[in-house]
């Protein structure tokens, strides 16, 4: 898809973010991302073709912790609504990461601290 196709609209907007703050996770699965920060996180946000009330975001994760780039294409319906509904979705809100020192930790379900990497002191 091009990004601009002549009628006077742009199509895609991209995004790339960069400069993270770790300790971080890759996802809700806890699995840690890279402690050197360079994550870089790539999207391309466009309408739908065939439906304009779907628009997509393909996200692509770069980081020094994964074999190679991961991505993912997430897709969001429009509802068709009199007054538009706006969420944010912040980072940094139930966030299992906790940093001791050098030391990078994740907290479990039940609230002990789980060690992020091989021989790395646990709960005690």
Same mark, same amino acid.
């Given at each position: 898809? =091009?990004?601009? @196709?002549? $009628?006077?609209?742009? *199509?895609?907007?991209? !995004? ?6 770790? &300790? ?23 309408? =739908?073709?065939? @439906?304009? $009330?779907?628009?997509? *975001?393909?996200?692509? !994760? ?6 190679? &780039? ?23 809100e ?20 789980? &060690?992020?990497?091989?021989d ?5």
């Amino acid at each position: 898809m =091009d990004r601009y @196709d002549g $009628n006077g609209r742009y *199509d895609v907007l991209e !995004v790339e973010t960069r400069g993270f703050k770790g &300790p971080r996770a890759f996802d809700s699965s806890g699995i840690p991302l890279h402690h050197d920060n360079q994550t870089v996180v790539n999207e391309r946000i466009y309408l =739908d073709a065939a @439906d304009r $009330n779907v628009f997509h *975001d393909d996200v692509t !994760v770069t980081d020094h912790a994964l074999t190679r &780039p991961w991505t993912v294409n997430k897709r969001y319906r429009r509802e068709a609504e009199s007054r538009p509904y706006w969420r944010e979705v912040s980072c940094s809100e139930n966030n299992n990461h906790v940093e001791i020192g050098k030391e990078a930790y994740m907290l479990s379900a039940d609230g002990f601290l789980m &060690p992020t990497k091989k021989d790395q002191p646990g709960r005690t």
